[in-house]
C-alpha cells in the first residue's frame, strides 16, 4: 500500500469516526427540540454548529478520504456543498447532472479547496464537467493568489513549509497524476479558472 493511499484510509477513518457523535448530538437536539426543551438561542448555536461540523465533515470525506469505485450524485453533492457553504460569502454552483466517479469528485473538491484560499471576501464558484474534463471557475471582485501555492499545481516542488490550511495544494497535483490528468490554472485579477 503506498502511503498516499494510507493517508486517505486515515482521514476516511477519523471522519467516519467524528461523524456518529455528531449525529448523534443533532438527534438529541431534535428530540429536546420536540420536547419543548430546545427553544432559546443557545440551542440555535448548538444546532447551527452542529449541521456546520457534520457538513465539514461530509466534505472532508470525500476530499481527504479514500476514492474508491463509487458514484456520487448530484443531490448528495449539491446538499453536501448547500449545507457547507449556505449563508456564506462563497456561492458554490455544481453543474454536473449525472452520478460522478468519487476520484473526480475529490479532485473537484479539493480544487474548490484551492479556489477558496483565492476569494478570502467571497465570489463565486462554478464547478462544470464536460466530456470527462472538469472546471472550476471562480470569480471575485478581488481575488488573493499566492504565487507559491497555485505554482505547486503547475508542476513546483511541494514544499516541506506546507501549512495545513494549505494541504490541498499538496494532493491536487498528486491526486491528479495518478488519475491521468493534467491540471491547467489561469488567472487574472477577478477571475481564476482550474481545468483537470
Known amino acids: 500500500m503506498t502511503a498516499p493511499n494510507l493517508v486517505a484510509l486515515v482521514g476516511s477513518r477519523i471522519c467516519h469516526d467524528l461523524i456518529s457523535p455528531i449525529?448523534?448530538?443533532?438527534?438529541?437536539?431534535?428530540?429536546?427540540?420536540?420536547?419543548?426543551?430546545?427553544?432559546?438561542?443557545?440551542?440555535?448555536l448548538i444546532g447551527e454548529s452542529v449541521g456546520n461540523a457534520s457538513a465539514r465533515i461530509r466534505f472532508?470525506?470525500?476530499?481527504?478520504?479514500?476514492?474508491?469505485d463509487q458514484m456520487i450524485g448530484q443531490t448528495e453533492v449539491?446538499?453536501?456543498?448547500?449545507?457547507?457553504?449556505?449563508?456564506?460569502?462563497l456561492t458554490v454552483h455544481w453543474r454536473p447532472t449525472t452520478p460522478q466517479p468519487r476520484a473526480a469528485v475529490r479532485l473537484a473538491f479539493l480544487g474548490l479547496l484551492c479556489c477558496e484560499t483565492a476569494m478570502p471576501y467571497g465570489g463565486r464558484l462554478e464547478i462544470a464537467q464536460h466530456q470527462g474534463d472538469w472546471s472550476l471557475t471562480a470569480q471575485a471582485d478581488r481575488l488573493n493568489i499566492?504565487?507559491?501555492?497555485?505554482?505547486?499545481?503547475s508542476g513546483a516542488a511541494v514544499t516541506?513549509?506546507?501549512?495545513?490550511?494549505?494541504?490541498?495544494?499538496?494532493?491536487?497535483?498528486?491526486?491528479?497524476s495518478e488519475e491521468g490528468r493534467k491540471i491547467i490554472v489561469q488567472s487574472d485579477?477577478?477571475?481564476?479558472t482550474l481545468t483537470f
Not at 419543548?36 to 443557545?42: D, I, S
Not at 516541506?160 to 491528479?176: N, W
Request: with cysteine; charged share 15%.
Open 23 to 44: 449525529g448523534a448530538i443533532n438527534n438529541g437536539l431534535e428530540l429536546m427540540s420536540l420536547s419543548g426543551a430546545g427553544a432559546g438561542p443557545e440551542m440555535s
Open 60 to 68: 472532508f470525506r470525500i476530499a481527504f478520504g479514500a476514492a474508491g
Open 78 to 89: 449539491c446538499a453536501i456543498l448547500r449545507d457547507l457553504y449556505e449563508g456564506g460569502r
Open 146 to 153: 499566492d504565487s507559491g501555492l497555485w505554482a505547486m499545481l
Open 160 to 176: 516541506d513549509a506546507l501549512l495545513p490550511a494549505h494541504v490541498q495544494f499538496g494532493l491536487v497535483p498528486q491526486i491528479a
Open 189 to 192: 485579477e477577478t477571475r481564476l
